[in-house]
T-cell receptor, first 114, second 113 residues
């Protein structure tokens, strides 16, 4: 079954404590990305990756890092989380060779930074 | 630059009545457009997509959307709402060069009994 798996689903942390949200896909997609969802703003792209070792900033990259050492994994790293990073996060992958290709999304990670 | 605008942040309908969720797009080339649905505490699911093969696109659960180039619109419709349709809906355009998906702000659909 085609799947994007994110972990954890829920996370409460304190300001400044480094955390990583994992994302894994089983469809051999080259393109992966991270989004955050905030009320009234839709989903905004944080970072994306077009292939292994190729990453680039999206619209809201400040305070985040990513890495792409293997095709299937694309972790999101918050080195020093702050309360304004409290949000719902989604990882997605798609076949970038087709402009109309469907994106597959993980179940989301609800992060609260206190 | 490409963008999408969802014209209503909240739509409320009665069960059994038609649904219309409005989306306008802006693109310098023929766009790839999508509608995604997000049920409470769930991920996003593809409803339908426009790929230039046909202007009227049929999706899952009885939803349809019509691409109108002259109006730069891609409105989502359903003839008869069901309680299970209550969710948030996103209109999305794909950037052909980067693969990036650009989301509208979302429309929350409420279905009243």
């Amino acid at each position: 079954e085609a799947q994007v798996t994110q972990n954890p689903r829920y996370l409460i942390t304190v300001t400044g404590k480094k955390l990583t949200v994992t994302c894994s896909q089983n469809m051999n997609h080259e393109y992966m990305s991270w989004y955050r969802q905030d009320p009234g703003l839709g989903l905004r792209q944080i970072y994306y990756s077009m292939n292994v070792e190729v990453t680039d900033k999206g619209d809201v990259p400040e305070g985040y890092k990513v890495s792409r050492k293997e095709k299937r994994n694309f972790p999101l790293i918050l080195e020093s989380p702050s309360p304004n990073q409290t949000s719902l996060y989604f990882c997605a992958s798609r076949d970038q060779q087709q402009e109309w290709a469907e994106a597959f999304f993980g179940q989301g990670t609800r992060l609260t930074v206190v | 630059a490409q963008s999408v605008t969802q014209l209503d942040s909240h739509v409320s309908v009665s069960e059994g009545t038609p649904v219309l969720l409005r989306c306008n797009y802006s693109s310098s080339y023929s766009p790839s457009l999508f509608w995604y649905v997000q049920h409470p505490n769930k991920g996003l699911q593809l409803l339908l997509k426009y790929t230039s093969a046909a202007t009227l696109v049929k999706g899952i659960n009885g939803f349809e959307a019509e691409f109108k180039k002259s109006e730069t619109s891609f409105h989502l419709t359903k003839p008869s709402a069901h309680m299970s349709d209550a969710a948030e809906y996103f209109c999305v355009v794909s950037d052909r060069y980067t693969g990036k998906l650009i989301f509208g702000q979302g429309t929350t659909l409420q279905v009243k009994p």
